[in-house]
Nanobody, 120 residues
């Protein structure tokens, strides 16, 4: 059974930093695209950042220049380094692992989420 275990959320003041980590229990982690999504109260879940198996990254415009995503295939881990945090970054952050296989088959796994609160 695939599990995604997130850690690193919490309460931080505006301008502060947090580091989110997600360990993914998949035998072939290296071929998955992994990323972080977030959902604020009353809003839809949105992509924050993702990194492909080849190391290409994609960021939401709202976090470019502040957040950095990275992966360690040897440790089945994806990390989101969040700097210069703003109150509008407050949300539940979810780790995601995704792969499109042959014949339209997709594998899409989610963590349980970790709360990030940016407030003074």
């Amino acid at each position: 059974q695939v599990q995604l275990v997130e850690s690193g959320g919490g309460l931080v003041q505006p301008g502060g930093s947090l580091r989110l980590s997600c360990v993914v229990s998949i035998n072939i982690f290296s071929i998955f695209t992994v990323g972080w999504y977030r959902q604020a109260p009353g809003k839809q879940r949105e992509l924050v950042a993702a990194i492909t198996s080849g190391g290409s990254t994609n960021y939401a415009d709202s976090v470019k220049g502040r957040f950095t995503i990275s992966r360690d295939n040897a440790k089945n881990t994806v990390v989101l380094q969040m700097n210069s945090l703003k109150p509008e970054d407050t949300a539940v952050y979810y780790c995601n692992a995704y792969r499109m296989a042959g014949r339209g088959t997709t594998y899409d796994y989610w963590g349980q989420g970790t709360q990030v609160t940016v407030s003074s």
